[in-house]
């Protein structure tokens, strides 16, 4: 279908009704349904022209076959509920956002830790496994910290070469704080699918902190368990987590952090989502700059300090929210108080 036909139809967009900043954006531009993720089903598909997704919302031909729809876009980072090849081969268009979240879950992760340590980060040696668009910041501000820094990223490696890379063998054998930044994949050689699994768990030489700010399913529930148990781990900080919105009572009662899958929750990362996905649905169906209802993010921070990260998260509430209420996990996600990324602090 060219443009032209494109502005003569009038298009129809379904969206998750939780995309924050979104309501009144497209409605110039078409009809809009805002749906629950569960409702998102063929029959709703069968009317959608765009389908502007989170990572509730299963996109695969089960969904998709034989409807009009033109684009999938995910107000997310991952796109492990996306059939990619599938959407590629029927000539769906797949777009994401990719580095959204990453200033908020290094907020959370340093956070944690920080809180964890009594403020004497400085002291630890910390792992990062996946040092992509997460991963980097992480080590950016960790380092900003005084933190000694190990770092794991087989693909980066064989692109980049360098001595600065480490197998996850060696970090598990020599970091106090190992934190997970990858993409859930199950196949290829980097699969990353239980990575942190009972035999990770047995290298660990420390008895590290382990944090999981990445996808549930890179660790896996049994082995953590197991790993906090026999003391081969000291702390696991758990915001992903196998089965949600079913989370492992038994993982929560022992974990020493355990939050509802919000450490990417700021403002600015959803501001930058929502901006990804309204930009994506310009360029599919060629129509003018969309106006964006939200405000203008502010710049990312080169370097933080620890009343920085102090004063704009408090991991401990959230914690105590999922504690209380761990049925609730889907809700206290959708309706979750979105927090501001570290800002310079005023003298």
């Known amino acids: 279908m060219d443009s032209n036909a494109l502005k003569r139809k009038k298009l129809h967009f379904i969206v998750e009704e939780n995309i924050p900043y979104m309501r009144g954006t497209l409605e110039p531009y078409g009809t809009v349904e805002y749906l629950a993720s569960d409702a998102i089903d063929h029959d709703a598909a069968m009317r959608a022209d765009a389908l502007l997704v989170r990572t509730r919302t299963r996109c695969d031909a089960a969904l998709l076959a034989d409807t009009p729809v033109r684009?999938?876009?995910?107000?997310?980072?991952?796109?492990?509920h996306i059939d990619l090849a599938w959407c590629e081969a029927n000539g769906i268009r797949v777009a994401n956002a990719p580095g959204c979240n990453a200033p908020a879950?290094?907020?959370y992760v340093l956070s944690a830790l920080a809180n964890l340590a009594n403020r004497r980060i400085h002291q630890y040696r910390m792992g990062i496994v996946g040092v992509g668009h997460v991963g980097?910041?992480?080590?950016?501000w960790a380092a900003s910290l005084g933190i000694e820094l190990m770092l794991c990223d087989p693909p980066r490696q064989r692109a980049e070469g360098g001595d600065q890379w480490h197998t996850l063998t060696e970090l598990a054998e020599n970091c106090d704080v190992i934190t997970f930044h990858t993409p859930l994949t199950k196949e290829g050689p980097d699969a990353t699918y239980h990575m942190a699994g009972r035999e990770f768990f047995h290298a660990c030489r420390r008895a590290p902190i382990i944090i999981n700010a990445a996808r549930g399913p890179v660790a896996d529930t049994e082995a953590i368990i197991e790993a906090i148990k026999e003391g081969r781990i000291y702390q696991a900080v758990i915001d992903t987590w196998e089965?949600?919105?079913?989370?492992?009572?038994e993982l929560l009662d022992i974990t020493s952090i355990a939050t509802p899958h919000i450490a990417g929750y700021s403002?600015?990362?959803k501001m930058r989502a929502t901006r990804?996905?309204?930009d994506a649905v310009t360029?599919?169906?060629?129509?003018?700059?969309?106006?964006f209802t939200g405000e203008r993010p502010t710049p990312v921070l080169q370097h933080v300090n620890l009343p920085q990260l102090l004063w704009s998260y408090d991991p401990y509430a959230d914690d105590t929210a999922l504690r209380h209420s761990p049925e609730s996990f889907e809700t206290l996600r959708n309706t979750y108080?979105?927090?501001s990324e570290p800002q310079r602090l005023r003298r």
């Not at 684009?71 to 492990?80: N, Y």
């Not at 980097?136 to 950016?140: A, E, F, G, L």
Request: proline content about 9%; charged content about 15%.
């Open 105 to 107: 879950v290094a907020q």
């Open 337 to 339: 108080a979105l927090r």
């Open 136 to 140: 980097r910041i992480v080590q950016q």
């Open 283 to 291: 360029e599919t169906f060629s129509l003018p700059p969309i106006p």
């Open 71 to 80: 684009l999938v876009a995910t107000a997310t980072i991952g796109t492990d």
């Open 276 to 278: 990804a996905v309204l």
């Open 267 to 269: 403002r600015q990362g």
């Open 243 to 249: 089965g949600e919105p079913n989370i492992s009572r």
